[in-house]
């Protein structure tokens, strides 16, 4: 069964400092892949997503991520960080063929120090 | 900002009584799916509606269930409330039965005690 793991439930950086959020797939089959950020009493923003094509994926708010085939990971990751990207981060994968459905990772979540 | 609006924001509920969450898709689109997401943990499928039938459940007991109206806006409900069902329920819409371009509405936050 399709699944994503994400490691550490949380990342410390200070601002100004590399991002690098880490997700795993499981997937028998060719996957398609989400990051989503959550801001505190909100619902989930899509980042990014990775369909087909170009295996590093261009977000919103400069964050990027690179589909790795042979290492079955996703990492999300942003060269400076900003206080305003503190919050929760989720992994995700689509499962399904005649519907589809999203199977979301524990989260992330971000903390961003002056 | 998505057109996914979700309603109420926050309600509190008695263990045993029933709730209805509300959530209004995004114009144009014609399927609606529905997540709860526990405290600390990621958002977890309970079912979809496409085309205002019930097309693909999660693992969730038959105490959830759902509605979609002809103008494509959804409705979950929860019968017998347990104190486990307090979460964030978010509601996704999307055009068709993929989720490539799925939206999330804002959430209700559900406390049952």
């Known amino acids: 069964a399709q699944s994503v793991t994400q490691l550490g439930s949380h990342v410390s950086v200070s601002e100004g400092a590399l991002v690098l959020l880490r997700c795993n797939y499981s997937?028998?089959?060719?996957?398609?892949l989400f990051w989503y950020v959550q801001y505190p009493n909100q619902g989930l923003q899509l980042l990014l997503k990775?369909?087909?094509?170009?295996?590093l994926v261009k977000g919103i708010n400069g964050f990027e991520a690179e589909f790795k085939k042979s290492e079955t990971s996703f990492h999300l990751t942003k060269p400076s960080a900003h206080m305003s990207d503190a919050a929760e981060y989720f992994c995700a994968v689509s499962v399904g063929t005649g519907f589809q459905k999203l199977v979301f990772g524990t989260g992330t979540r971000l903390l961003v120090s002056p | 900002e998505t057109g996914v609006t979700q309603s109420p924001t926050h309600l509190i509920k008695t263990r045993g009584q029933q709730v209805t969450l509300r959530c209004s898709s995004q114009s144009g689109h014609n399927t609606v799916s529905w997540y709860q997401q526990a405290l600390g943990q990621g958002p977890q499928f309970i079912f979809q509606?496409?085309?205002?039938?019930?097309?693909g459940r999660g693992n969730f007991p038959p105490r959830f269930s759902g509605l979609q109206f002809p103008n494509y806006s959804s409705e979950l409900n929860v019968n017998a409330l347990e104190l486990d069902d307090s979460a964030l329920y978010l509601c996704?819409?999307?055009?068709?039965?993929?989720?490539?371009?799925?939206?999330f509405g804002q959430g209700t936050r559900l406390t049952v005690v």
């Open positions: 996704a819409s999307s055009s068709g039965q993929g989720v490539a371009e799925a939206f």
């Open positions: 509606y496409y085309r205002e039938e019930e097309n």
């Open positions: 997937s028998s089959v060719p996957p398609y």
């Open positions: 990775y369909t087909t094509g170009a295996t």
